[in-house]
Every structure is written in C-alpha cells, then in structure tokens.
C-alpha cells in the first residue's frame, strides 16, 4: 500500500493535465511505515527530457542523483516515481516494463483523457521477471 495527501494526488494529477498531451514526471519521496506502507511524504516535479515526451518519459538524471544525495543518511529516500499516460491507461506499458530496472520502487500513473486526469493508480515494480505489482493507495489529511 501506498499512503499519500490529497494534495499531493491533486498535484500529480494536475501536472498530468497541465503536460497534455505529452508525459510529465516526477519523483515520489517518502519513508516505509507500518505494516509494510509506503508513505509518500514529497512530490518532486520533473522536466520530462524524453526524445519523445508524448510517448515516453524521462526523468532528468540531474535531479535523481541531487535529490537522492540530499537525502542520503536521512530518514528519507526515493521511494519511486510518478508519470502520465495521455490517452493510455493508468497501468504499466510494454515500454514501461522494459525501461524499469530498479527494484522495490513505486510508479504511480495517471491516466489522462482530453486533457484531464481520469485515473490514477500505484504499482511496485518488483524484478524484471516478475513485473509490476498493483498497490493499494490511501489517502492521508
């Protein structure tokens, strides 16, 4: 399960619609909490550096690597990342599962119809044998 504020839904949501039709994308910071949770505690908005970011994503490695250094020994970590689907569905791609390569990590995907945000669901990308796993999301505050 992954925990996350409405707010922090709302925005993701809200770049998802703004970037149309084109990807955006982002990092989700956060800590593990009980019972196995994933509580997303930031939003970390990307520049989509894709080639081409209307049928893929790229996160700005730049961003990654600052990010996680700033983190680095804290209670903190990168606990995954967010991206859109425009006129897709809020599941995993075929590129989505060939361009993932870190375990345990969460992607959150916003499905995006005509401009607006329909859906919105969590996965764990376990290994590249096994795939992704769909996670429960609650909201918090």
């Known amino acids: 399960m992954i925990v996350l504020r409405a707010d922090q839904l709302a925005a993701v949501e809200g770049a998802a619609a703004a970037a149309f039709p084109l990807e955006c994308c982002g990092l989700l910071v956060g800590r593990d909490g009980a019972d196995g949770a994933i509580e997303i505690s930031r939003i970390v ?3 989509n550096i894709a080639a081409a970011p209307a049928r893929r994503f790229e996160i700005d490695p730049r ?3 600052e990010l996680g250094r700033t983190l680095d020994g804290g209670p903190e970590r990168i606990v995954g990342l967010y991206h859109s689907h425009p006129s897709g ?3 995993p791609s075929r590129t989505d599962r060939d361009l993932a390569w870190e375990p345990a990590q969460v992607w959150l995907i916003t499905a995006v119809a005509e401009g607006r ?3 919105t669901r969590a996965f764990l990308f376990e ?7 769909e996670l429960s999301t609650s909201l918090s505050g």
């Not at 290994?127 to 796993?133: A, I, L, N, Q």
């Open 89 to 91: 569905e809020a599941a």
């Open 127 to 133: 290994d590249m044998e096994s795939g992704f796993r």
């Open 63 to 65: 961003l990654w690597l």
């Open 45 to 47: 908005p990307s520049p």
């Open 117 to 119: 945000a329909i859906e």
